[in-house]
């Protein structure tokens, strides 16, 4: 509790809950603050609470899990196509998610033991479910993640690096870039995005004063539903973070991110890379304004966290020594320009 990240941690989450006594939408606000306590507390406890060595039977259960999840989601959706049934978008858009990001802590374990030919077919599986999603985001942020990972595996130290500062840059300089994009997504045919930019652009320029406390948490939800707010508002965690708690908590957030990524690139092995891309992947979701902090995406961000503290713990320590050449008995010492028998 007393290093740097876990410091930053808290004092995000500390942030969040004293926006409450200026939020407008005191009850919803609390819910909100009470999922973000409690998904911290689930994975400081939860790390706590694991054995100093894991078996490795316990953790093949991880890529075994996300494998049959995603080849059963893969199925699904085929059946779906044939028959040309609509499903509920909201479950599918969880159910996949949920699979995308538990692969990153399994191929991970199948990298960190050797097993090729398993994390090609589990990472085959996971890369045509998100294909599936391209529209909604996923496969983008899947992409995002690979990328990653192939940074991580060539050039950890820097990798990570330019990664940790790139994603805490976004979140910290979060309020200009709707005034950078919007100029490029008013020439795009979708005509969305720059509306979107537009009333950010609108909102920032709006309320300075804001900027620096923030408006209280889940503001931006609560706002568009009452019309406190237009319906154009985006909803990527980039403008909820600054909207919501302001320069102390986006740069309190920044900062996490930016500490918590190098340290990932700094695990094991290929839990390294693996670390680095689910926190890619988990970001580049949150910003294209997937499920942010909603409490079933904390936990399971929680449940991933949790993953790869396991996965660490049931590394081996140690090379195993190589075994000395012993002489036979009754052998004795040759002779100087002799051979040895």
Known sequence: LLRLPALLLIGLVGWAVLSLVWSPYTASATEKAANLVLAVLLGLLG????PERMRASNLNLAPLGAGVAGAFALALIVVAALRHVES??????????????????????????????????????????????FE?????????????????????????????????????????????LVPIASRLPESGLALSLATWADVVSG????????????????????????????TTLLFETWYELGLV???????????????????????????VAAFTTAFALSALGFATLQPWWLMTLTAVV????????????????????????????????????
Not at 47 to 50: G, L
Not at 141 to 153: D, K, N, P, R, Y
Request: with cysteine; glycine share 12%.
């Open 207 to 234: 309320a300075p004063v804001q900027l620096v406390t923030g408006h209280g948490l889940d503001t931006v939800l609560r706002g568009r539903l009452t019309g406190a707010l237009p319906s154009s508002t985006p």
């Open 306 to 341: 949790l993953m790869f503290g396991a996965i660490a713990r049931g590394q081996y320590r140690t090379d195993r020594p190589v075994a000395p050449l012993l002489k036979p008995a009754g052998t004795t010492r040759p002779k100087a320009g002799g051979l040895e028998q």
């Open 249 to 275: 908590g986006a740069g309190a957030a920044a900062f996490s991110l930016y500490v918590a990524i190098r340290a990932a690139g700094q695990m094991p092995s290929a839990l390294a890379a693996g670390g």
């Open 88 to 133: 509920e978008a909201g479950s599918v858009e969880r159910g996949i998610s949920v699979v995308l990001i538990m692969a990153w802590p399994a191929l991970a374990w199948l990298l960190s033991r050797e097993r090729g030919l398993s994390a090609v077919g589990l990472a085959v599986v996971v890369g045509l479910l998100s294909l599936t999603r």
């Open 47 to 50: 790390n706590a609470a694991m």
């Open 136 to 180: 909604d985001g996923e496969a983008v942020a899947m992409i995002c993640g690979a990328v990653a990972f192939g940074a991580v595996s060539a050039s950890r130290e820097k990798a990570a690096s330019l990664i940790a500062a790139i994603i805490a840059g976004l979140m910290l300089l979060a309020p200009i870039l709707p005034f950078l």
